[in-house]
């Protein structure tokens, strides 16, 4: 196998474990009908306001944990853990973007 072929089904395994891991983090930052229920909690105890700017500002806390991690310990046991979950994060962060975009755009109007 070449390197780019290992490199390509490498990124690809990958994807399905971050989906995988997803699913399972989705049960835990959620509530009832709303997916982003932890992060809109964090938002209202730390900023009093749960929009979509400051749920992100939650979730880059959530981030920089793993972050400190990583600087901190190296290459280690954890370091994939951390890395599969910062992809999520940034993934759920992603949304966050979307619809703080969507509301811009609607208060515009």
């Given amino acids: 196998m070449t390197e780019h072929n ?3 089904s490498f990124i690809n395994d990958e994807l399905v474990r ?7 983090k989705q049960q835990q930052y959620s509530a009832g009908a709303d997916p982003l229920s932890n992060f809109r909690t964090g938002a209202m105890l ?9 749920m992100y ?4 806390g959530y981030l920089n944990k793993h972050i400190a991690f990583l600087y901190d310990h ?12 910062m992809v999520v994060y940034g993934l759920i ?6 619809k703080h975009n969507e509301w811009i755009a609607q208060v515009k109007e």
């Fill in 93 to 98: 962060m992603l949304y966050m973007v979307k």
């Fill in 74 to 85: 190296g290459i280690v046991d954890k370091t994939e853990e951390s890395l599969r979950d």
């Fill in 57 to 60: 500002d939650v979730a880059k």
């Fill in 6 to 8: 290992e490199f390509t």
């Fill in 18 to 24: 971050v989906g995988n891991l997803f699913t399972e």
């Fill in 46 to 54: 730390e900023h009093h306001d749960d929009s979509y700017d400051m």
